[in-house]
C-alpha cells in the first residue's frame, strides 16, 4: 500500500546576504607583532590576526587610531 503524499509547502525565496566589499574595509599592517589586542579609547577592542587588521572605513575613531601610530602601516588594496 502506498504512503499518501504530503502537501509541499510554498517555499519563499531566500534571501542573498552579500558579503562586503572590499571598499568598505581598510587594511593595516602591523609591523610590530604578528597578534594583539588593540584597545581604543572608546574601550572597544580591535585584533591584529596574522600581523594584519581590517576596519570598517565607516569606522573613523578606528582609522584615527591606526592612522596615528607609527607601528600600522595602512596598505594599499
Known amino acids: 500500500m502506498a504512503k499518501p503524499q504530503e502537501e509541499q509547502s510554498v517555499l519563499e525565496p531566500a534571501t542573498v546576504i552579500q558579503p ?5 574595509t581598510t587594511t ?4 610590530l607583532y604578528t597578534s594583539r ?4 579609547p572608546d574601550d572597544r577592542t580591535l585584533a591584529v590576526a596574522k600581523g594584519v587588521i581590517v576596519v570598517s572605513t565607516t569606522d573613523d575613531l578606528a582609522l584615527k587610531y591606526l592612522k596615528a601610530h607609527a607601528e ?3 596598505l594599499k588594496e
Open 20 to 24: 562586503a566589499s572590499a571598499a568598505s
Open 28 to 31: 593595516f599592517r602591523d609591523t
Open 37 to 40: 589586542t588593540l584597545i581604543l
Open 72 to 74: 600600522f602601516e595602512q
